[in-house]
């Protein structure tokens, strides 16, 4: 069994900074793929931002220049920091993780909120 605990999020002004982490638990293997995911209210899961285990990252447009995803495999743990936010990126956002010989993991979420 595999557990990712999100934590990091908050309350910030337009232009601030946060940074997410999620820790994966349990029986860890190797992890493929990690990744950062939000849900927009009435619209599908979207991709934020995502890194495999050798470091290639992907990121959707609307956040290039402004996020950054990370990760530390010794520690299971995969980090988004977010620099100048918008009100748009307001989400709840969730951790992803796909373990070699085990399944595909999702977190809880951790809510964002960005004021203007």
């Known amino acids: 069994q595999v557990q990712l605990a999100e934590s990091g999020g908050g309350l910030v002004q337009a232009g601030g900074s946060l940074r997410l982490a999620c820790i994966a638990s349990g029986t860890i293997s190797s992890i493929d793929f990690m990744g950062w995911y939000r849900q927009p209210l009435g619209k599908e899961r979207e991709m934020v931002a995502t890194i495999l285990s050798g470091g290639t990252t992907n990121y959707a447009d609307s956040v290039k220049g402004r996020f950054t995803i990370s990760r530390d495999n010794a520690k299971n743990t995969v980090y988004l920091q977010m620099n100048s936010l918008k009100p748009e990126d307001t989400d709840v956002y969730y951790c992803?993780?796909?373990?070699?010989?085990?399944?595909?993991?999702w977190g809880q979420g951790t809510q964002v909120t960005v004021s203007s």
């Open positions: 992803r993780c796909i373990i070699a010989r085990t399944g595909d993991y």
